[in-house]
């Protein structure tokens, strides 16, 4: 089994970016929805509720996140690294509520215009807290704008075994995982507790919840059942539907593209 490949999002419901490497840190890997987009009452921002989100793809560039829209490329904003602005607001999460700094005003109108309605990208900061649930993941850690777990996991037979069942075939995409694994049968993710990636050691919480996000084409940010009604069938628990695993880690470590993982 190895890690054929890896993603960070770092803007949360934004595109995502592939990378060769990165650093698995407490929250999640480096840069992995460290970014927020919020409405004027601080409240965040998905696809769920704006699928328009899905077409604003994300770069990083030596100055920042680059952001621009799938239709138009050419029109970009620059989020800086260094922040045009200093201010701290409370915003907005599921259930928490933490505090995050606004970042840009220019930023700020081009995300308004393109969202059709006012909104604020801010940065979760070194000294932002956001406890993870101890239930799952003990006490004293912390996850990013992710909505529950610092990672996500899923096997590439799991997908195959999905597409197999689809009138057109999905991407991996379209699941926003931070790791993609190969060498696994369909769905064996399910039984894993510890795993190690390379040198860096993670453990298997539990398994991911989907929602209407999955039924939007990442391509073009049309919606269409059939994903989650095939998940349905077969995937099913109560009221849950389940495709992927959300993963804690348990050290920090640099994670690479083909390296072997381990089950312990």
């Known amino acids: 089994m190895f890690l054929s490949e890896i993603w960070v999002y770092p803007v949360k419901s934004l595109g995502g970016i592939r990378l060769k490497e990165s650093l698995a840190e407490e929250r999640g890997l480096q840069y992995d929805r460290r970014w927020l987009i919020v409405d004027e009452k601080g409240t965040f921002l998905t696809q769920r509720t704006n699928a328009q989100m899905t077409l604003l793809d994300v770069a990083f560039s030596e100055d920042g996140l680059l952001i621009s829209h799938r239709y138009d490329p050419v029109n970009q904003i620059l989020v ?57 993941a003990g006490t004293g ?87 989650l009604k095939a998940l349905s069938t077969y995937r099913k628990e109560g009221k849950d539907i389940f495709f992927g695993q959300n993963v804690v880690g348990l050290e920090s470590g640099i994670v690479r593209e083909g390296d072997h993982i381990t089950l312990h």
């Open 80 to 136: 800086p690294f260094e922040r045009e602005n200093d201010d701290e607001i409370e915003v907005k999460i599921w259930s928490d509520r933490v505090l995050a700094r606004t970042i840009s005003n220019l930023a700020d109108e081009w995300l308004s215009e393109r969202l059709g309605k006012i909104v604020r990208i801010v940065e979760m900061t070194p000294e932002t807290q956001r406890p993870m649930n101890p239930a799952y």
């Open 141 to 227: 850690h912390t996850v990013s704008f992710a909505d529950d777990f610092p990672f996500l996991l899923i096997s590439q037979a799991s997908l195959d075994h999905l597409n197999s069942k689809l009138s057109q075939s999905v991407d991996i995409k379209r699941f926003r995982p931070n790791f993609v694994v190969e060498g696994t049968t369909p769905f064996e993710e399910d039984s894993w507790k510890t795993i190690t990636i390379g040198n860096t050691s993670f453990q298997v919480a539990k398994p991911c919840e989907r929602c209407i996000m999955v039924n939007i084409d990442p391509k073009t940010g049309i919606k269409s059942p059939e994903t």
